[in-house]
């Protein structure tokens, strides 16, 4: 269902127009409101009314995560803190933590973004949905809980953890969507399996994944394990959080909500846009944000847009599938690889299970000469011969080797073995950090 016509489905000379106003209004908005944004224009020597095209954008500045942690906690912000309704955080792996100031304004855009969001992906206000994602700082949680109640959708409060009631819950009270991490669906699948309940018999029929990477393999594996749809979403605690982006049913890229937020594509060396379909780095600026609105904010993520109209009849760009971080890239022998990359090889191969560890010696740097990919297999082969084993250690190898020219060491694990988290799976690890098995 196309739940906002109106600007779903705008002409892109329409959108183009209401872009343009919506992002003179925010370069005006910035200069006057955020001490920060001043000082970030005129030190690029930029003023508001310098913005006339939407190709002006490229005077504006670019905001970087960097930006956010300096000026800690609220240096960004453009409202006083009386109109501050919440504040969510995200954690971060180093350092003070990104901060991001709600309005009531700015709550009131998030549900009716998320209710939309969640329309794309085929949800209706007859869906019970289990809401696994974790409550709390994280954007997750509150996202999904506030759009799925302004859909109409009847939403069970899980969060993340406690994996058996939730398999409880969702037999007892009909929970026919899902919403968590990908990697916390193949937890919940696990335990399911044990406790003898097969997904795929109950009234589950959707799930909307999102918050870390996953491949396309990934997304095949779960669906048939689960026997639902499996929607991407994309999101960042310093855009909006969940609801920048998300599949429709053709599952056939990311429809960004461009009344909302402006998509770019750079290159991450040089900084310059790049036409549509090239690959680069995502780079968003908010068009209705009130309390922390984000001028070109540097995401670190790999995609590029498609600005084609959807079978769907949506207009919006389309975002790929993110296939990185421009910060998580490993150097092997001088070869470039993502960890996505390694995960669809290694989904590709049957009798191995979507869980498996990247291990890098981080006291190289990224730039490493030693790769060692931990992968669980199947029960099957686990329990067959050992030449099973062996046939399938050497298969994975010489696809690492053929797909992505890399070498790696390649150790195969029992099922069950590698650690399962709730939240944001953590796949590359560096070798002290290293499990016993
Ligand atoms: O993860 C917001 C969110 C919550 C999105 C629930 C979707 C669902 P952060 O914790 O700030 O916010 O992390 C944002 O996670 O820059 C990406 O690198 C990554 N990410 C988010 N969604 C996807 C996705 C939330 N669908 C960071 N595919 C982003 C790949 C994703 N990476």
Not at 23 to 45: C, H, I, N, T
Not at 398 to 405: F, G, P, W
């Amino acid at each position: 269902m196309i739940r906002d016509a109106r600007y779903e489905q705008m002409s892109r000379g329409d959108l183009d127009k209401l872009q343009l106003e919506r992002l003179k209004a925010m370069a005006a908005y910035v200069y006057d409101k955020s001490p920060f944004y001043q000082r970030a224009m005129k030190e690029k020597g930029v003023a508001p009314g310098d913005i006339q095209t939407l190709a002006d954008i490229t005077k504006l500045p670019f905001t970087s995560k960097l930006d956010f942690r300096d000026n800690y906690p609220f240096g960004l912000m453009a409202v006083s803190m009386d109109k501050v309704v919440r504040v969510h955080s995200s954690s971060g792996t180093t350092g003070k933590p990104v901060v991001a100031p709600y309005t009531q304004g700015d709550i009131d855009t998030w549900s009716d973004v998320m209710a939309r969001t969640l329309a794309t992906a085929g949800v209706t206000e007859n869906d019970v949905l289990q809401n696994s994602y974790g409550y709390g700082l994280f954007t997750g949680g509150l996202g999904f809980h506030y759009g799925a109640e302004r859909l109409g959708a009847s939403v069970i409060p899980t969060g993340g953890g406690n994996t058996k009631r939730q398999i409880l819950l969702l037999q007892d009270l009909g929970t026919s969507v899902i919403t968590c991490t990908p990697s916390y669906s193949l937890i919940l699948n696990e335990t399911a399996l044990d406790m003898g309940v097969d997904l795929r018999e109950t009234k589950l029929r959707v799930g909307v994944f999102g918050a870390e990477p996953w491949s396309d393999q990934m997304r095949k594996d779960i669906e048939s394990k689960m026997g639902i749809s499996a929607i991407n979403i994309y999101g960042l605690t310093e855009i909006i959080g969940p609801g920048v982006s998300t599949e429709c049913p053709y599952q056939c890229g990311m429809h960004i909500a461009e009344d909302h937020f402006l998509a770019e594509i750079i290159n991450p060396d040089t900084g310059k846009q790049l036409p549509y379909g090239e690959i680069g780095e995502l780079v968003l600026t908010t068009l209705t944000k009130e309390a922390q609105p984000v001028l070109r904010f540097r995401t670190k993520d790999i995609t590029s847009l498609n600005p084609e109209p959807c079978k769907c009849g949506r207009t919006h760009v389309r975002m790929s599938r993110i296939t990185g971080r421009t910060d998580d890239m490993l150097v092997v022998k001088g070869v470039n690889v993502f960890p996505s990359q390694i995960e669809s090889v290694l989904l590709d191969v049957e009798g191995v299970e979507p869980h498996y560890l990247i291990v890098v010696d981080r006291q190289q740097g990224f730039k490493s000469d030693y790769l060692e990919i931990w992968v669980e297999v199947s029960e099957d082969i686990f329990s067959d011969e050992m030449s099973k084993m062996e046939d399938l250690e050497d298969r994975l190898r010489s696809e690492m080797d053929s797909v992505l020219a890399i070498s790696a060491k390649i150790k195969l694990v029992e099922p069950k073995t590698i650690t399962r988290t709730e939240g944001k799976a953590k796949r590359v690890v560096d070798k002290s950090e290293l499990p016993i098995l």
